[in-house]
């Protein structure tokens, strides 16, 4: 079902900071910055490798609202990996077959994801620990 991982998302305090030091540690780059209202996140996509079928990259979250996702996760947990998104042909594919197995669905519907992806989370409760994230790259 999984393609590959897609992404590692990470909660920050402070994007830039946070960018300025994955590029010079690691020597990654920004492919895309974006602000996702519905998500609550100020955000960049540091690509780690290009590939078929898609890349993998380093998600930089910052929390736009301290009452969202990541704002709660960082006031409880600090700084630190956060999910880990794998990728999928078909999204709502995989969710019906998850959802089967007994897992919840945090979305019940495909949101709007990175570069244009369509993303559904899995509830961390059912997963492991882990909060789990659907991901359907964009068709060029
Ligand atoms: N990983 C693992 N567990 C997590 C978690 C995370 N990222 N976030 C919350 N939890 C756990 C908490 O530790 C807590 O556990 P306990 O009950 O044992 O203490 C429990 O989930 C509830 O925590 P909460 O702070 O009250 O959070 P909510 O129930 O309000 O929300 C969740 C949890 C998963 C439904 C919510 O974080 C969510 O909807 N996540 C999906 C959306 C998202 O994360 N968006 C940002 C990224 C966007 C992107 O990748 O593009
Ligand atoms: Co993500």
Redesign the pocket.
């Known amino acids: 079902m999984f393609t590959r991982i897609d992404?590692v998302?990470i909660?920050v305090r402070d994007l830039d900071t946070s960018i300025a030091w994955y590029e010079t540690t690691f020597g990654l780059t920004v492919a895309a910055r974006e602000v996702?209202e519905e998500?609550?996140?100020r955000?960049a996509m540091l690509l780690v490798v290009d590939a078929a079928p898609g890349g993998s990259y380093v998600?930089l979250?910052e929390p736009i609202r301290e009452d969202?996702?990541?704002g709660?996760?960082l006031a409880?947990?600090g700084e630190g990996?956060?999910?880990v998104?794998y990728g999928v042909d078909d999204v709502e594919g995989a969710m019906a077959a998850i959802a089967g197995q007994g897992v919840r669905l945090?979305?019940k519907r495909p949101?709007h994801?990175?570069m244009g992806?369509s993303?559904a989370?899995l509830?961390?409760?059912d997963t492991g620990?882990?909060?789990t994230?659907l991901v359907q790259a964009r068709t060029e």
Do not use: C, M, T, W
């Open positions: 992404h998302g909660a996702n998500q609550g996140v955000e998600q979250l969202s996702p990541v709660k996760f409880r947990n990996v956060h999910h998104g945090v979305d949101r994801g990175s992806a993303i989370f509830h961390p409760k620990g882990v909060l994230e």
